[in-house]
């Protein structure tokens, strides 16, 4: 298998089906590519119509959008565990992750995914709204699934794939969290494909300015 991703420090959309097929320990060829926008469709559109990331190639097979990768990987070499096993727990699972795949735009528009960088922003009211909403899933799973595991649904699965860039994006703008939910964007990040994800994103230099929103915090190490 090989996938097409973007930036790591940029690319939302990539860190989905990367960190789920990481964490799983499958094997598949990273193909990365640079999100400038000089000649960016016309070099995406090597790989999928869209002309978007990521882009899964299996064989002559090849599918876009991240949740159709995730569940493309889930049923052909996972038996389904990217899903809770549980009808209703998969449901509820598949619910939230529409939720932020579909939804949230203010968040997702506000506060673009900039791994390396720490950075103060003033959000709206539609982002702040937003947050509180993630705030609350991230509570209510690990309260309600914590029995079977520390992720949101017991065990890792896609859902967490689909939040783990919101996790960064909260640590890029330090963005004030329950406790709950901080110990579990805390946990999400410090998975270990997370910081082989992040060690890769600090290793690159190029630079998309639209997505460098607010101001840089004097000082701020990683």
């Given amino acids: 298998m090989q996938l097409v991703i973007g930036n790591k420090n940029y690319s939302s959309w990539s860190l989905r089906p990367w960190l789920l097929m990481s964490a799983f320990g499958l ?107 993630v705030d609350r899933i991230w509570t209510d799973c690990t309260t309600r699934y914590g029995e079977h595991g520390p992720w949101l649904f017991g065990d890792f699965s896609i859902a967490d794939c689909f939040y783990a860039p919101v996790a960064w994006r909260f640590l890029t703008y330090g963005t004030p969290l329950s406790d709950g939910a901080q110990q579990y964007a805390a946990r999400l990040r410090h998975h270990e494909s997370m910081e082989r994800w992040l060690a890769g994103a600090l290793m690159e230099t190029e630079i998309v300015p639209e997505d460098e929103a607010g101001i840089d915090i004097p000082g701020a190490r990683f």
């Fill in 27 to 133: 094997e598949f060829e990273e193909i990365q590519e640079s999100l400038q926008q000089d000649g960016l469709k016309v070099r995406l559109g090597r790989y999928s119509p869209t002309c978007r990331v990521p882009v899964l190639i299996d064989g002559g097979l090849t599918v876009w959008d991240s949740l159709a990768i995730c569940e493309y990987v889930s049923e052909a070499y996972l038996d389904g565990r990217g899903w809770p096993a549980d009808l209703r727990a998969r449901a509820h699972a598949r619910a939230v992750c529409a939720e932020i795949h579909s939804g949230l735009s203010a968040l997702r528009s506000e506060m673009p995914m900039n791994c390396r960088a720490r950075r103060l922003i003033e959000l709206t009211d539609a982002a702040k709204a937003d947050v509180e909403r």
